[in-house]
């Protein structure tokens, strides 16, 4: 093998290693759940501290839609994906959506409840925002992402998600058909 064969063969290597980081870095984008594959939601849990609403508890919202949006201040991909957020609880909370920012800490500075607070001021929260520091309600949900949508039924199950920026339209649509669902008699 000559010097250039060896460098071709190592500029190869080098490439195939540096896609397969990148797709195994990509998240995937999640979706809806199979038919007989929704799992019930989890209850929040380890909340240091309720923001912009009294404590929840999944059990006493039953009966609603709720989307659960895992999330950090200091996350580019979550502030590009905020303003949908804010759009979807402003157009359908009056209508039995109910959204719960799940701000979980990145770096320790996040940590900070009036950190918190200041950005959700700066970027004009409105929605319930539960302050996860020590990552229960992420490790309850098996959340790998930020940000990261989680849509809950009037039953209470997981019947969507989606990882990272993007599918708006879809998601919307989404919430829209399980805001038209009956809620079951139990509710």
């Known amino acids: 093998m000559n010097i250039r064969s060896g460098a071709l063969l190592l500029a190869a290597?080098?490439?195939?290693?540096?896609a397969a980081i990148t797709i195994a870095a990509t998240p995937p984008v999640g979706g809806a759940a199979p038919a007989g594959e929704a799992r019930p939601a989890p209850q929040f849990r380890d909340i240091d501290k309720w923001l912009n609403s009294e404590p929840l508890a999944m059990d006493q919202l039953r009966g609603k839609v709720v989307l659960v949006d895992f999330w950090t201040y200091t996350c580019i991909n979550c502030l590009n994906h905020l303003p949908h957020v804010k759009d979807w609880h402003a157009k359908y909370k009056d209508k039995g959506l109910v959204v719960v920012g799940v701000h979980t800490p990145e770096f320790a500075f996040e940590k900070s409840t009036a950190n918190v607070q200041k950005a959700i001021e700066r970027l004009q929260i409105?929605?319930?925002?539960?302050?996860?520091?020590?990552?229960?309600?992420?490790?309850?949900?098996?959340?790998?992402?930020?940000?990261?949508?989680?849509?809950?039924?009037?039953?209470?199950?997981?019947?969507?998600?989606?990882?990272?920026?993007?599918?708006?339209?879809?998601?919307?649509k989404r919430i829209q058909a399980l805001l038209a669902q009956p809620s079951s008699a139990g509710s």
């Open 126 to 172: 409105k929605h319930a925002v539960a302050q996860d520091n020590n990552y229960g309600t992420w490790r309850a949900f098996n959340n790998h992402y930020w940000p990261a949508v989680y849509l809950i039924d009037k039953q209470g199950r997981i019947v969507y998600s989606h990882f990272g920026e993007g599918s708006y339209g879809e998601t919307e």
């Open 13 to 18: 290597a080098i490439a195939a290693c540096v």
